[in-house]
């Protein structure tokens, strides 16, 4: 058996590399990640003579006006004497409506994006803002850096991540003193999730459940610009009224983007701008959650049949995509005030949420 990193490994690493700011070899290019470039490392870059690739998704190049050539990618020619502060306005959103014109942009037609449309997946997945810093390799110095070969990035970022039970304890809660938290960690590195079970629900019949995205700002701080923490305490509540169910905690806080990403939306809201524009404009998609992860967990806990606890028709798609049989989606409308309204009303009218 070999002692060298696999490929999950190897992209666990470079992730953490990026979000350092050390790049990372990814087919034949150097890749950066550039919310982390800083200017000593972009100086050196220059000192290469090669020309550099801005890679920004379509999202975000649709609302800079710049040519996505390749689909769901734009690469933009970073001008030789742009300084790295061109380079931050260009990627970060938070000053459009002050400087609007960032361009004119110029965008790459001809050539393969496929290293910069791996490289933004990987990036997504440190949860930094999509947006990657290319050249070739060229006579580069690459000795020590990470390198990842392009197809097996491609396969393992599209991979369902292996999920490992860690350890199950019993946990007296308010809404129900039999309770027992089971903490899953991922095969790749990234954050754990966790389950708790209130009773002891049989596995042969349908079982009360709620998957819930982690929300630091509403579950923990009492946000009212959500309706996330009062959706977690009515959940617990019910399935504690009723003796049993199965609440999934899963880390993917804002809606998949992590929470740096999270206040930047929060930002752009604070301009007039909603919940998807904002994601948007940040260059995500709606919704970047992977909900095979919760479906592995339940499956692991020998849950087949769930009782689901959602607004979201899509989220009862995805887990019966993902080989459970949701029996019933049971509603749970709680938390709506004037601070959320306008929230909840996105959700509903581009997320297809029933409220």
């Known amino acids: 058996m070999s002692l060298l990193p696999n490929i999950t490994e190897l992209v666990a690493r470079g992730r953490s590399d990026l979000r350092m700011g050390v790049p990372i070899v990814v087919g034949d290019a150097l890749v950066f990640a550039a919310e982390t470039l800083n200017a000593d490392r972009l100086a050196a870059l220059r000192l290469s003579g090669s020309g550099l690739v801005l890679a920004l998704t379509a999202w975000r190049a649709e609302t800079l006006k710049a040519r996505a050539y390749d689909g769901d990618v734009a690469r933009v020619v970073v001008p030789e004497d742009a300084p790295l502060s061109w380079i931050h306005s260009v990627i970060d959103p938070s000053d459009d409506l002050n400087a609007p014109m960032k361009g004119p942009l110029k965008t790459m037609r001809n050539g393969n994006a496929d290293v910069e449309r791996a490289a933004l997946e990987l990036v997504k997945s440190a949860r930094l803002i999509p947006a990657v810093v290319s050249l070739p390799v060229g006579q580069l110095a690459t000795d020590g850096l990470t390198r990842l070969g392009l197809a097996a990035l491609r396969d393992e970022l599209k991979a369902a991540k292996p999920l490992a039970p860690v350890v199950s304890a019993r946990l007296p809660l308010v809404v129900n003193e039999a309770g027992r938290l089971h903490v899953f960690r991922p095969g790749d590195g990234g954050e754990e999730h966790y389950a708790v079970e209130i009773g002891r629900p049989s596995r042969a019949e349908p079982v009360l459940t709620r998957l819930h995205s982690a929300c630091f700002t509403g579950d923990v701080l009492g946000s009212l610009k959500c309706d996330c923490g009062p959706q977690l305490r009515g959940a617990l509540a019910q399935m504690g009224a ?107 009218a581009k997320s297809g949420h029933l409220l």
């Open 242 to 348: 009723e003796g049993e169910g199965v609440l999934l905690y899963l880390s993917q806080e804002g809606r998949g983007i992590g929470l740096a990403n999270k206040m930047r939306a929060y930002f752009l809201q604070d301009q007039g701008f909603d919940t998807v524009e904002a994601n948007h404009r940040l260059g995500f998609e709606d919704d970047e959650r992977d909900f095979r992860v919760g479906a592995e967990i339940l499956r692991s806990m020998g849950f087949t049949q769930i009782k689901l606890m959602t607004n979201n028709p899509r989220k009862v798609e995805k887990l019966s995509a993902c080989g459970l049989d949701v029996v019933e989606r049971v509603p749970l409308k709680e938390g709506k005030g004037k601070f959320n309204a306008d929230y909840l009303a996105t959700k509903a």
